[in-house]
């Protein structure tokens, strides 16, 4: 059992029956009534955030929770696939519960996938990832870092970013996963 006094950023809890993560949390004492504690909780099965608030000290079922290293094989549309990368099993997840995360990851790239209570759940990825340019306008005499402005661009993976206007076909680039925001050139 988990408390609200020991909720962290990315924990995950079971409140009814279905199994959430910890997104943000706020512990709140009023200078009258008793104290609560005001969560963002993201429904793991389909992505969905909901303010939830708590009663200080109320407890919920610690969720066990694991990553583990596999390949992305392919999408299919429906389902992407992966593989274990140590017992080469293979696990499909519907694209809708991983379409963000596939923004920013190619066919055999390794990632990390969450498992909760032994459950394929979703993916986590790095901070930023560095993906090649395919399709841009091309850049302009005159158009330098410090020149302002920017363009759509289409990364390997199918993704549409803006970058600035000195960026071009070929070029690789890194790109912020959380946001899918420009970094800078790689």
Do not use: C
Request: charged content about 25%; cysteine-free.
């Amino acid at each position: 059992m988990i408390s609200t006094n020991q909720l962290k950023n990315g924990n995950h809890i079971e409140v009814d029956g279905t199994v959430f993560k910890v997104v943000d949390f706020q512990h709140v004492k009023p200078g009258k009534g008793p104290a609560f504690v005001r969560t963002k909780l993201r429904r793991t099965s389909d992505g969905n955030v909901i303010d939830k608030t708590f009663r200080a000290g109320e407890k919920f079922r610690s969720v066990r929770s694991e990553a583990r290293r596999m390949s992305f094989l392919y999408s299919d549309g429906t389902e992407a696939h992966f593989m274990d990368s140590e017992s080469f099993e293979q696990i499909a997840l519907p694209v809708a519960l991983v379409e963000n995360e596939l923004r920013w990851t190619k066919p055999n790239d390794d990632v990390d996938m969450l498992f909760i209570d032994s459950e394929p759940s979703t993916l986590q990825l790095p901070a930023s990832v560095e993906l090649e340019v395919t399709e841009t306008e091309p850049g302009l005499r005159g158009d330098t870092a410090s020149g302002g402005g920017n363009k759509p661009a289409t990364l390997e993976t199918g993704a549409i970013i803006q970058v600035p206007l000195f960026v071009n076909i070929g070029d690789k680039i890194k790109v912020q996963t959380d946001s899918g925001d420009y970094m800078s050139r790689a």
